[in-house]
């Protein structure tokens, strides 16, 4: 062999070995297997995965029975680290292998959601089919920031009087929602859900660690008012694990995101509630051996519900500023929090309770006294407040419930100071009978929602007057009869407010018009004759009596 064929012969093998190495390196990949350390109380220690970063998620492969298990990385030590399991961390063992994924947590979303009852992972619980999902969004995000949103300045009506006329909620607000249990924290969410009903507004419902007879009420509810078509309920109820009651707030979000970012639609997310998520956290972090702070919490709970509730906002309409977000895709969406937090004998000072105070732009108060004595929804006026106030109003509830608020917390102190008076000069029985009919009227049922035109008229008779010489017994019905007669003898009255959001002065009029006109047919349909005025001295003699002892 010359020296010639000999040279070739190696540069052709050369060639031959570098294209089997490039073939070879596109089916080559490393990965890293880490080992369960221990497994207890659905949290697993992990070792060998030095490179895993917080909230990742990892599989682990169950040696017993093959099946993969997924856990969420939570604490990253030194050594070690500690995972809650998402399944069921029985089936693991001492010496599982663990892989990562390389992806934080996501839920599945998307339209084909709405109407469904799913877990904390997205999962349909409602055993009418899998769900086609049309996209996963990240469970825990960074919120937008400023340069991306709006003021918040259109209303989210509730349909309830008492919430729309002095206690306002805009879209992309946060509005809290708190009180002892059975206050109607949940009724009030479900009646602001139904209120949605002609609006565009998408709704999710997480319910966290509730009873499943709860849910299943709540959802039954729904469907009997249509109001399934638009919302999706996210359940991680009292069974479930701590894990799964701890990450539904954020499935949650996330499912409301998707419309939101994707849709530029507009959500509304009620968190019910969250006192029981942060009993989950502190469950799981002291599982975890996070130390323990003030009330047993771990000191960044602060931080669960914060890093939860700045994920509401109103997204900027102008599509330049939009396109510089990488995840927002269509401008002028918005997300309204709801949170729901329960306290202990009306305890507002306790730690979770300030903590969401501080978070959230106001609180409705409920109140157990006010609840048991007849006024629902049992709003207490004096420290329930709401940070946006009039930006979240139309300007025709704005002219009307100006001075509601102040009237009746004057009300309130005049009502204590009258159980020790003997006698009250004229001025005082014409506030307190003034104050009595204010409350009446704003009294509502459950599942009755009220359409603001409808709330504008009510509000408009009782702080303008016209329900003074009428009994107090009576306003109730009144308010019914009245709301009948405009609609089917009126309807522009309450078309005009409608379409414009104002209360102009031929509306008025015609408001005042349509006001004395029902009058004498409300007083025939009670079967009698008798003058308002009469009736209602007789009646304000007798509840001053009672008062003064």
Known sequence: ??????????????????QQIDRYEDDLHMEEVGEVLEVSDGVARIWGLSSAVANEMLEIESSETGESVTALALNLEEDNIGAVVLGDYLVLKEGDQVRRTGRVLEVPTGPAYLGRVVSALGEPRDGKGPIEAARSMKVDRKAPGIVFRQPVKEPLQTGLKAIDSMIPIGRGQRELIIGDRRTGKTAIAVDTIINQRDTDVICVYVAIGQKASTVASVVERLEREGAMEYTVIVA???????????????????????????????????????????????????ILRRPPGREAYPGDIFYLHSRLLERAAKISEDPEVVGRHEDIARPGGSLTALPIIQTQAGDVSAYIPTNVISIT???????????????????????????????AQIKAMKSVAGQLRLDLAQYRELEAFAQFGSELDPATQRQLSRGERTVEALKQGQYAPMPVEEQV???????????DDLGVARIRPWEKGFLEFVRSSHPEIGQAIRDSGKLSDETGEALKEAIEQYRPMFREARGGTEDFAQEAAREIEAETAEAAG
């Open 1 to 18: 062999m010359t020296t010639t064929e000999g040279s070739l012969r190696a540069s052709e093998i050369k060639k031959a070995l570098i």
């Open 236 to 286: 991680a109820n009292a069974s479930e694990p701590a894990t799964m009651q701890y990450i539904a707030p954020y499935s949650g979000c996330a499912i409301a995101e998707y419309f939101m970012y994707e849709e530029g639609r507009h959500t509304l997310v009620v968190y019910d509630d969250l006192s029981k998520q942060a009993d989950a956290y502190r469950e799981l972090s002291l």
């Open 457 to 467: 008229m009510v509000i408009f008779a009782v702080t303008r007057g016209h329900l």
């Open 361 to 391: 732009d106001g609180q409705i108060y409920l109140e157990t006294d006010l609840f048991y004595s007849g006024v629902r929804p049992a709003v207490n006026v004096g420290i329930s407040v709401s940070r946006v106030g009039g930006n």
